[in-house]
């Protein structure tokens, strides 16, 4: 009976020591199997085109001094209307052509005023705006405006307010194709990284689509606009 209670004792244990190693080894390949996952490479993909704009903001600022005010309004109207005639004449369409309200200073009314007002009491400026998305049509008409600096027409060119803005608004349009540029080439670095590691390139674990900049080609040409986006994508890597 003694013999019997340990025959069947040593064979629990040779169960229970098979099953540990059983377990032992299912754990350590589940660490490795892990470990392999967790091998992987992080990289990023530019895409970078240049587009022309497809809009032109072209603000005509012009100024005018004078002692009398309704007079200088007159002034104010006849160079606006000038303008749009001058515009018109050279293909704008008038829905192209906006007037901004006129902004009036009184020197003798400001409160740093030290009593002189100088030779014109009154400053005023106004602008005459074209929105076209015919930029081509219209870039060539700002090198006339000597025409109507001749006549008698101030522009304030240095203005900030004044300054001439080119937009492309047809992002949702390239985004696709750019957006695809940037993972391929995210690919063959990763390709790369993976074939000097002695590795082979598995599944994409992450991806992140960078922010798309829009930025002039350069100061002389803000019509030609520079887009540009960097995706970043985590791959594994395998044996």
């Known amino acids: 009976m003694q013999e019997q209670r340990s025959a069947s004792a040593l064979v629990l244990g040779l169960f229970i020591l098979a099953g540990l190693a059983a377990l032992g080894y299912l754990l350590g390949k589940a660490a490795l199997d892990f470990r392999q996952l967790e091998r992987v490479v992080t990289v990023k993909g530019l895409a970078e085109r240049e587009y022309p704009a497809d809009v032109v903001i072209w603000p005509l600022q012009f100024t005018e001094a004078g002692n009398d005010l309704e007079a200088l309004y007159t002034r104010l109207d006849d160079n606006s209307a000038r303008i749009r005639a001058f515009l018109q004449e050279r293909g704008v369409e008038p829905g192209?052509?906006?007037?901004?309200?006129?902004?009036?200073?009184?020197?003798?009314?400001?409160?740093?005023?030290?009593?002189?007002?100088?030779?014109?009491?009154?400053?005023?400026?106004?602008?005459?705006?074209?929105?076209?998305?015919?930029?081509?049509?219209?870039?060539?008409?700002?090198?006339?405006?000597?025409?109507?600096?001749?006549?008698?027409?101030?522009?304030?060119?240095?203005?900030?307010?004044?300054?001439?803005?080119?937009?492309?608004?047809?992002?949702?349009?390239?985004?696709?194709?750019?957006?695809?540029?940037?993972?391929?080439?995210?690919?063959?670095?990763?390709?790369?990284?993976?074939?000097?590691?002695?590795?082979?390139?598995?599944?994409?674990?992450?991806?992140?689509?960078?922010?798309?900049?829009?930025?002039?080609?350069?100061?002389?040409n803000p019509h030609i606009k520079n887009v540009r986006v960097v995706s970043t994508v985590e791959y594994y890597l395998a044996d």
Do not use: C, H, W
């Open 96 to 220: 192209e052509i906006s007037l901004s309200p006129p902004a009036i200073v009184d020197k003798s009314a400001q409160a740093y005023n030290s009593g002189a007002v100088g030779e014109f009491r009154y400053t005023a400026t106004q602008a005459v705006t074209v929105y076209s998305p015919r930029v081509e049509a219209i870039r060539p008409l700002m090198n006339a405006l000597g025409e109507l600096g001749k006549a008698g027409i101030v522009f304030t060119g240095n203005d900030y307010q004044a300054r001439t803005e080119y937009l492309f608004t047809r992002l949702n349009d390239v985004k696709p194709a750019m957006i695809e540029e940037a993972t391929t080439k995210a690919r063959e670095v990763a390709e790369k990284f993976a074939a000097d590691s002695n590795s082979r390139l598995g599944k994409i674990r992450s991806a992140t689509q960078g922010q798309f900049t829009i930025s002039d080609r350069d100061s002389n």
